[in-house]
């Protein structure tokens, strides 16, 4: 699901609840806006050895080592060709992704995974809960979403991992952080990428949005019952987290588009890099949230 930024802590949600798996001839549209977030996307180096190689509307990162690179989030099933073509175009082999992460287990982030997992042969790890649904496919119950999304193909060779627990492939190493709210196994990724002497605390975020299906309440929810601690949980993690360059899993959201054009113009100092994004996001979250649950209480 998208959101994005009209100015500082307001943000418009195209809640794309009308969605469908429409097979047409071979193109598959998995949601009414999936078009926009498909379009396509030139990758470009982010910082070091830090790649972005999604779509214009959703993020896909690609952290790379001589002995195999770590791709963190596939996109829609629709974009699976893209993602593999923008890594080919800089100059690295699919086959050598080692490993596939995910932020969440929704089809707009994890829809293309399985096409993804055929094409590289990659492992994929996941947080116990998100681990549960690429295994089986489909959507996780206690989502709050859950009636409106589209379901994911189920996922093989996935593994679950721990709050913290570092992976590793070649040298390079990330850890995930479990930033749940949006949904139950949201996880959030951390890692170091450096240029020479120079090296930044990069930061993979999962989306904070307390959107649902209708009739679902974060503040009373007998599938969810621990939404808001959840949310807290997270909103704790980006504010005291070692963050210079965010990457939002809807890239709109950490304004990378912005910062990007500011950068081709040959803004100093990169506008990639700011360590006050995270805590932004935090307040942005909490803000949200708290609006959203003022509108529980007044229904
Ligand atoms: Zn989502």
């Known amino acids: 699901m998208s959101c994005r930024p009209i100015k500082h802590?307001?943000?418009?949600?195209?809640?794309?609840?009308?969605?469908?798996?429409?097979?047409?001839?071979?193109?598959?549209?998995s949601c009414a806006n999936c078009d926009a977030l498909n379009k396509?996307?030139?990758p470009f180096r982010i910082f070091g050895n830090t790649y972005y190689v999604g779509t214009h509307g959703l993020s896909s990162v690609l952290i790379t080592s001589p002995a195999g690179h770590v791709l963190i989030d596939g996109d829609l099933p629709e974009s699976a060709g893209q993602i593999v073509g923008n890594i080919q175009s800089?100059?690295?082999r699919v086959e050598d992704v080692k490993l596939i992460v995910n932020s969440h287990v929704h089809f707009d982030h994890a829809g293309g995974i399985a096409e993804l997992q055929r094409r590289s042969g990659a492992r994929v790890a996941a947080?116990?809960?998100s681990a549960e649904v690429l295994r089986k496919g489909g959507v996780g119950k206690g989502d709050p979403q859950y009636g409106t999304l589209t379901p994911i193909a189920a996922v093989k060779n996935v593994s679950a991992f721990r709050d913290g627990e570092s992976l590793h492939v070649g040298e390079s190493t990330v850890t995930p952080h479990l930033t749940p709210g949006h949904t139950p196994g949201g996880t959030s990724w951390t890692w170091k990428s450096?240029?020479?002497?120079?090296?930044?605390?990069?930061?993979?975020a999962d989306s904070l949005n307390p959107i649902s299906a209708p009739g679902f309440r974060f503040s009373k929810s007998r599938e969810y019952p621990e939404a808001i601690e959840d949310f807290e949980k997270s909103f704790t993690f980006f504010e005291s987290a070692p963050c210079d360059v965010l990457i939002t899993a809807h890239p709109e959201v950490s304004r990378l588009w912005d910062h990007l054009a500011l950068r081709e113009k040959g803004v100093k100092p990169d506008p990639l890099v700011d360590s006050a994004a995270c805590r932004n996001l935090a307040e942005n979250g909490r803000q949200r949230l708290r609006q959203r649950l003022a509108s529980e209480g007044k229904q």
């Not at 949600?13 to 193109?27: D, E, F, N, R, T």
């Open 9 to 29: 802590g307001v943000f418009a949600c195209l809640l794309a609840v009308i969605c469908c798996s429409v097979a047409l001839g071979q193109k598959v549209r």
């Open 40 to 42: 396509a996307q030139p």
């Open 90 to 92: 800089l100059g690295f």
């Open 127 to 129: 947080s116990e809960w």
């Open 194 to 204: 450096c240029e020479g002497a120079v090296c930044y605390e990069m930061v993979y």
